[in-house]
């Protein structure tokens, strides 16, 4: 589990082909691998990774053919910036949203302007996915927790405002440009309540074998 918090940023030093999968080593220099062991997740761009080597500053991490044709990923190349976030600890400040850092589509950028000393930014997200979408709402775009300005239903858009703090410690600034591919993560918590409202109204309710005329023969006289 996730907040969508960037802790750093780190480079993408390679990518390896290995039996029909990929396998990603990144550079991430200012983490602090001192509480990294094999097999803890870190979400880079959003994705939840676990970590299967760790090197001077790197770690390694596989990715399987389904995480490569639900993200971004695909696109990445080496020497990418990618956002990096270790999984909470619970007693870990909650300063974003629950994420999980499985990614739900990807988005594509349309729109980067200046507002004030902010970025204001559009993505157009796949039609499926904004239904959770909401004014004010939460997001993940590439692992960062971010809250919609405005939606844009008839396009498929979210609008963003970007803070100079996020867009420097993040990826922004130096990856996003208009018509690149990020990782969307729809709120963990309208996904699964629309699960359960979708599982109410589909599911059939059992139906009772007890009848009157079971319950008058087993003495239960009404």
């Given at each position: ?5 960037i802790?750093t940023t780190g480079r993408?030093?390679s990518i ?8 990603l ?6 983490m ?15 994705i939840?990774?676990?970590?299967v080597d760790?090197?001077?500053?790197t ?7 389904e995480t490569?044709?639900?993200t ?8 990418d910036?990618?956002?990096l976030?270790?999984?909470m600890?619970p007693t870990?400040?909650?300063g974003?949203h629950?994420v999980a850092?499985?990614v ?14 902010s970025?204001y930014i559009?993505i157009?997200?796949p039609?499926e ?7 004010k709402?939460s997001?993940t ?17 979210v609008c963003?405002?970007?803070i ?5 410690c ?8 208009v ?9 963990l918590?309208?996904?699964y309540?629309?699960?359960l ?8 309710k ?9 319950l ?7």
């Open positions: 589990m996730f907040t969508g918090i802790e993408l030093k390896n082909q290995i039996g029909g999968d990929v396998q080593v990144i550079h991430a220099p200012d602090d691998f001192n509480d990294v062991h094999l097999g803890d997740s870190i979400a880079s761009n959003g939840c990774l676990t970590v760790i090197g001077d500053k770690y390694a991490v596989d990715v399987s053919r490569l044709s639900k971004a990923l695909k696109n990445w190349r080496t020497g910036t990618v956002n976030e270790k999984a600890r870990t400040r909650f974003g629950i850092g499985h739900d589509g990807v988005g594509v950028i349309r729109h980067i302007s200046k507002d004030a000393r970025i559009e157009e997200i039609s996915l904004m239904r959770y979408a909401a004014d709402g997001i775009v590439d692992g960062i927790s971010l809250t919609t300005n405005a939606i844009k239903p008839e396009q498929n858009i963003l405002n970007i100079p703090h996020t867009a420097k993040t990826n922004i600034d130096r990856h996003w440009s018509g690149g591919l990020v990782n969307i993560e729809v709120d918590i309208s996904r309540l629309e699960r409202l979708f599982a109410s109204n589909q599911v059939q059992p139906t009772s074998s007890i009848s009157e005329e079971l008058n023969q087993s003495g239960f006289y009404l």
